[in-house]
């Protein structure tokens, strides 16, 4: 069974950094693009970022662009999500993701696997 395990969620204040990481398991991760989701309460998730399958093709939101960097480690099989000058409307469950298609992967419906999510919380 394919899994997505989020880790590195936490309290930091505005204007702080964090990194999330995703642990990826029973997949063939170098085959999928991967990225990250987010919802914060009361409101649909929303695309944040996505790396394609190479490590080198990116995908950001506007929201994120210029503050957060995704990056993967195939031999590793882990993506990673470093977050900076964060705001407090960044504050959100945090989703790992997998899609088969790198154009599709920005898109609710083009995830084919989700992590369970981790909280991040930041703080004005």
């Known amino acids: 069974q394919v899994q997505l395990v989020e880790s590195g969620g936490g309290f930091v204040q505005a204007g702080g950094s964090l990194t999330l990481s995703c642990a990826i398991s029973q997949l063939t991760a170098h085959t999928y693009a991967m990225g990250w989701f987010r919802q914060a309460p009361g409101t649909e998730r929303e695309f944040v970022a996505a790396v394609d399958w190479l490590g080198s093709g990116t995908n950001y939101a506007d929201s994120v662009k210029g503050r957060f960097v995704v990056s993967r480690d195939n031999t590793k099989k882990t993506v990673d999500l470093q977050m900076n000058s964060l705001k407090a409307e960044d504050t959100a469950t945090y989703y790992c993701?997998?899609?088969?298609?790198?154009?599709?992967?920005?898109?609710?419906?083009?995830?084919?696997?989700w992590g369970k999510g981790t909280l991040v919380t930041v703080s004005s």
């Open positions: 993701v997998a899609s088969s298609r790198m154009g599709k992967i920005a898109n609710v419906g083009g995830v084919d696997y």
